[in-house]
């Protein structure tokens, strides 16, 4: 079992910048691949990035240019660091872990309000 906590999120203004923390614990366990994923009212969860174990990348196109993905498996947390915020932006944010072992994991969500 693997926990997932998210925190960063809050209330920004049109242009600046946040940076999501998630910190996974649990014992014995490997994170393969790590992904931020966004949900906005009365639309679906949709892949904001994610990240593999070997570093590569994949951002959906509208975070391209202005997101990045990132861990420190050391630490066993992941981040994404969002510039250029823009009230389409506005959304629940969801980490989320899969497993070397196949286990997929969420976190509770944290709230991103970008204001115009």
């Known amino acids: 079992q693997v926990q997932l906590v998210e925190s960063g999120g809050g209330l920004v203004q049109f242009g600046e910048s946040l940076r999501l923390s998630c910190a996974a614990s649990?014992?014995?366990?490997?994170?393969?691949?790590r992904g931020w994923y966004r949900q906005a009212p009365g639309k679906q969860r949709e892949l904001v990035a994610a990240?593999?174990?070997?570093?590569?990348?994949n951002y959906a196109d509208s975070a391209k240019g202005r997101f990045t993905i990132s861990r420190d498996d050391a630490k066993n947390t992941g981040y994404l660091q969002m510039n250029s915020l823009k009230p389409e932006d506005t959304a629940v944010y969801y980490c989320?872990?899969?497993?070397?072992?196949?286990?997929?994991?969420w976190g509770q969500g944290t709230q991103v309000t970008v204001s115009s």
């Open positions: 989320n872990a899969a497993l070397y072992t196949g286990g997929t994991y």
């Open positions: 649990g014992r014995d366990f490997r994170i393969y691949s």
């Open positions: 990240i593999t174990s070997g570093g590569g990348t």
